[in-house]
């Protein structure tokens, strides 16, 4: 499991390079301006030359409206500005149909400029909540319009978290499906340490997280910590080992 970091400044940034060995991708966004806030291209392009060189950059487009060509035109500013992983928001797409022909404009944008970034369709887990697609329907979404991964976020910050809208079995059957369609899966949204467990098990491949690593598990008020990315890691090893010990025991 990969562990993706989200600083929200330059700052923050420097904070997470000097726990580099700890994390795996450091994810650009801009909290202030919703779940998968899109940061600054200047921005992505210092945190890009804040991390080492070896770490991948990610940036959220936004949690974004039903606009193919505005969409696009946003993923591919990313990519020009450093990002080797672009994650879209499907926020606005109420339909199947809408969110794949959003994706579809974003992955011939960013591939025709970079073929192997890694584009991302991003869904809600509490999209009942905004009125979004199904978060079961990202994985068939990211297959059709040919993205690498599927990922599920919040998109109301309330303290509610990934587990209280899709519990444990539900994210197992979106990872099923996103490694049956042959994609990574990503899960996401006011996950702590307590939750790895069970993302371990189900085989959960990028886990992202902010407040978890931040000054009180405060993701707004909170500054990234390194030693807690440190903390954060050891636990996620720990779990790994754990699950493979046990998969090994059962076999």
């Given at each position: 499991?990969?562990?993706?970091?989200?600083?929200?400044?330059?700052?923050?940034?420097?904070?997470?390079?000097?726990?580099a060995?700890?994390?795996?991708?450091?994810?650009?966004?801009?909290?202030?301006?919703?779940?998968?806030?899109a940061?600054?291209?200047?921005?992505?392009?210092?945190i890009r030359?804040?991390?080492?060189?070896?770490?991948?950059?990610?940036?959220?487009?936004?949690?974004?409206?039903?606009?193919?060509?505005?969409?696009?035109?946003?993923?591919?500013g990313a990519?020009?500005?450093?990002?080797a992983?672009?994650?879209?928001?499907?926020?606005?797409?109420?339909?199947?149909?809408?969110?794949?022909?959003v994706?579809?404009?974003?992955?011939?944008?960013?591939?025709?400029?970079?073929?192997?970034?890694?584009?991302?369709?991003?869904?809600?887990?509490?999209a009942?909540?905004?009125?979004?697609?199904?978060?079961?329907?990202l994985?068939?979404?990211a297959?059709?319009?040919?993205?690498?991964?599927?990922?599920?976020?919040?998109?109301?910050?309330?303290?509610?978290?990934?587990?209280?809208?899709?519990?444990?079995?539900?994210?197992?059957?979106?990872v099923?499906?996103?490694?049956e369609?042959?994609?990574?899966?990503?899960l996401?949204?006011?996950?702590?340490?307590?939750?790895?467990?069970?993302?371990?098990?189900?085989?959960?491949?990028?886990?992202?997280?902010?407040?978890?690593?931040?000054?009180?598990?405060?993701?707004?008020?909170?500054?990234?910590?390194?030693?807690?990315?440190?903390?954060?890691?050891?636990?996620?090893?720990?779990?790994?080992?754990?699950?493979?010990?046990?998969?090994a025991?059962?076999g």
């Amino acid at each position: 499991m990969l562990l993706l970091i989200s600083p929200d400044s330059v700052e923050e940034a420097l904070d997470c390079a000097k726990a580099a060995e700890h994390l795996d991708i450091v994810d650009v966004k801009k909290p202030d301006e919703g779940s998968l806030g899109a940061n600054f291209p200047w921005v992505i392009r210092q945190i890009r030359d804040a991390v080492p060189a070896d770490k991948p950059v990610s940036a959220t487009v936004g949690d974004v409206p039903y606009k193919p060509g505005t969409v696009a035109q946003a993923a591919l500013g990313a990519a020009v500005s450093g990002a080797a992983y672009i994650k879209v928001g499907l926020y606005g797409c109420t339909t199947p149909e809408q969110a794949i022909d959003v994706m579809r404009g974003v992955v011939r944008a960013v591939k025709d400029y970079q073929p192997e970034a890694f584009v991302v369709a991003s869904g809600y887990a509490d999209a009942h909540r905004i009125g979004c697609v199904n978060p079961l329907a990202l994985p068939d979404i990211a297959r059709r319009s040919g993205c690498d991964a599927a990922m599920l976020d919040t998109a109301v910050k309330d303290g509610t978290r990934l587990f209280d809208h899709v519990p444990p079995d539900v994210c197992a059957e979106f990872v099923r499906q996103a490694h049956e369609a042959g994609l990574l899966a990503a899960l996401a949204g006011s996950v702590k340490a307590a939750d790895l467990g069970a993302l371990t098990r189900i085989g959960t491949d990028i886990v992202g997280v902010r407040g978890a690593v931040c000054e009180g598990g405060d993701r707004d008020a909170g500054r990234i910590q390194p030693q807690l990315v440190a903390a954060f890691r050891a636990e996620m090893d720990q779990h790994a080992r754990e699950h493979a010990a046990s998969v090994a025991t059962a076999g």
